[in-house]
Nanobody, 114 residues
Framework: QVQLVESGGGLVQPGGSLRLSCAAS????????MGWYRQAPGRQRELVAV???????IYADAVKGRFTISRDSAKTTVYLQMNSLKVEDTAVYYC????????WGQGTQVTVSS
């Protein structure tokens, strides 16, 4: 069974940085597309970034140039490095695993506030 455990969220001031991690177990990590999505209060869940099994990333326009997604196959972990954080980046961030079915982590809160 696929399990995804996120970590690294927290409170940060505007302009600051955070790195999220998602450790995957029970998975075919090497062939999975991994991703990060977020959901702010009162809004739908939206894509932040995804990375293919070959390491090719895709970013939402809102985070291009500020966020970087990466994956470590040896650790079966995907990361999201978030720099130059803005108040509007505040949301619960969810890790996603996809081969033929989507699996989700429990989410980690990111709050950007002064």
């Amino acid at each position: 069974q696929v399990q995804l455990v996120e970590s690294g969220g927290g409170l940060v001031q505007p302009g600051g940085s955070l790195r999220l991690s998602c450790a995957a177990s029970g998975t075919s990590f090497s062939i999975a597309r991994m991703g990060w999505y977020r959901q702010a209060p009162g809004r739908q869940r939206e894509l932040v970034a995804v990375i293919s099994k070959n390491g090719s990333p895709i970013y939402a326009d809102a985070v291009k140039g500020r966020f970087t997604i990466s994956r470590d196959s040896a650790k079966t972990t995907v990361y999201l490095q978030m720099n130059s954080l803005k108040v509007e980046d505040t949301a619960v961030y969810y890790c996603n695993y996809y081969v033929t079915t989507h699996y989700w982590g429990q989410g980690t809160q990111v709050t950007v506030s002064s």
